[in-house]
């Protein structure tokens, strides 16, 4: 029996043809197993749906399984010929493909279609997911007079759901798609119905580190150009379609970045590459100086004021303060509860960083950081701006005067922690990567109240232990680094 496409599955395909090849035929395999920040991020996109969906009063629900699909268009067909203003998960089925579309709104003539996403802007391969809607539905006989993308208002503020999400009108760029439809259908089901199609790199591809089939399209080899640092996938397929796939094939008077020039004079050696000024660029680590790594947490829609779709909110903190007699005293800070978290943090984040001459950060993620809080919380404002003006980005250092062909052209602490302080590292941690623990703190945060009392001290003390290894990974770092600059 033909393989049949869905509005994802043509998305899929509109993306990459393997990707669509392994999502039918491969959905078991570990890489299409959706992650826990995956999980998450689908977990929100469904309330942003459901909320939309309180704006049409007496629209009609179709609750049914996804996979009894016949009797979805059957109760579609049944709640328009009743009338129905609206009906959400509206459910057509033509030329082998079906779609349910989010919210189908009847006009006094003809219908319009909305398609809700959880993100806070349009994307691309958002036309094709309405075009292919818009062509089934007039396939089966609606007249779809208008197509619009719902998303998430970036400007949004405000407590309650009004102005939470925007409409845009889509239907001009689905016109100018929809002739493709066709052709396009044809030619996903043919990928569905012969083997799998190989590595499809290209322009549509979704990404390097962004797709699941990452590993098995992409070169894995460490000196491929992709590993080059700043070079992303759509700068590697230059590089590639040059004829440049390895570092040895970068001519000699190629522009490049300074990281990306000593990364490859570090690989050309076969070892790592210190720049004269290492011990310069540390001055402003020394002294009575603190380490500071904040976690966060992203809601599609915002639980507390002044905050807008997917904000990072800071809920959690690490830090690491040298003392005069040279130890270190740790303070770290966990929310509890789901009321409002940043008025406590910055209250403890202020105490335990008030006798720092300078605070360490790596990456400007924690400056960014405390810029919103002050904005949210102007009784502190001027105290958290004092604290932004002593702050230092231990990245830059090593980026500027460091290159290891370990680094493989990452300067993300975890790429350059294990090559530099090999005693030290993430793995066999229960909670190991930031997307894990920003996850994991807003579960914890919401649903606490309903675990034991032991197993949310277990879950606290995870992402205690990961947050206090973010910073004293940034000590060590350190201190490896005056080695180094010592040996220089």
């Not at 001027?382 to 002593?390: I, K, M, S, T």
């Not at 109240?449 to 910073?471: F, I, N, Q, W």
Request: a negative charge; proline letters at 8%; aromatic letters at 8%.
């Amino acid at each position: 029996m033909p393989h049949r496409l869905s509005k994802s599955r043509f998305v899929a395909g509109w993306l990459c043809p393997r990707l669509l090849w392994w999502r039918v035929h491969r959905r078991d395999a570990p890489e299409m197993q959706p992650g826990i920040a995956d999980q998450e991020r689908m977990e929100q996109g469904n309330e942003v749906g459901f909320l939309a969906t309180q704006r049409y009063p007496g629209g009609v629900p179709i609750d049914l399984p996804y996979d009894q699909m016949e009797a979805k268009v059957e109760a579609t067909r049944a709640a328009l010929a009743e009338g129905a203003p609206a009906v959400f998960e509206a459910s057509f089925m033509e030329d082998g493909v079906f779609v349910a579309v989010d919210i189908l709104e009847r006009l006094p003539e003809g219908f319009r279609l909305i398609e809700v996403k959880s993100a806070s802007a349009l994307k691309p391969k958002h036309i094709p997911d309405v075009a292919v809607q818009t062509y089934v539905l007039r396939r089966s006989g609606l007249d779809v007079r208008e197509a619009v993308l719902m998303h998430l208002n970036k400007e949004y503020r405000l407590e309650g759901p009004e102005g939470l999400t925007v409409a845009e009108d889509v239907l001009p760029q689905v016109e100018e798609f929809l002739p493709d439809v066709p052709r396009l259908i044809e030619e996903y089901k043919a990928i569905l119905e012969g083997p799998d199609p190989g590595p499809c790199i290209g322009e549509q591809c979704p990404g390097s580190r962004a797709c699941p089939l990452d590993a098995l399209c992409w070169p894995q080899d460490p000196d491929h150009i992709l590993n080059l640092h700043g070079v992303g996938p759509a700068t590697a397929l230059g590089f590639m379609a040059r004829g440049i796939h390895r570092f040895g094939d970068v001519p000699p008077g190629e522009t490049l970045q300074a990281p990306a020039r000593r990364q490859l004079d570090a690989w050309e050696r076969g070892t790592m590459w210190v720049e004269p000024g290492l011990a310069e660029a540390l001055e402003p680590f020394r002294g009575c100086v603190g380490f500071l790594d904040f976690e966060t947490i992203q809601r599609a829609i915002p639980p507390w004021p002044d905050l807008a779709p997917w904000a990072q909110v800071p809920v959690q903190f690490s830090y690491h303060e040298r003392q005069e007699d040279g130890s270190w005293r740790h303070t770290e800070w966990l929310a509890e509860g789901w009321g409002d978290p940043r008025p406590g943090l910055a209250r403890a984040l202020l105490d335990a960083t008030r006798g720092a001459e300078r605070v360490a950060m790596y990456t400007r993620f924690e400056r960014d950081r405390i810029r919103d809080l002050a904005a949210a919380l102007p009784e502190l404002a001027d105290e958290l701006h004092a604290l932004e003006v002593r702050l230092v980005d231990l990245k830059k250092v090593l980026e500027r005067h460091v290159a290891h062909p370990a680094f493989h052209g990452s300067y993300s602490i975890k790429a350059v922690l294990t090559p530099l302080v090999p005693d030290l590292g993430y793995d066999g941690m229960e909670v190991a990567d930031g997307m894990t623990a920003s996850v994991e703190l807003a579960r914890l945060m919401r649903d606490g109240h309903r675990l034991s009392p032991e197993e949310r001290a277990a879950k606290r003390r995870a992402l205690l232990a990961y947050c206090e290894l973010d910073t004293w990974a940034m000590v060590r770092l350190v201190e490896r680094l005056e080695e180094l600059a010592g040996e220089a």
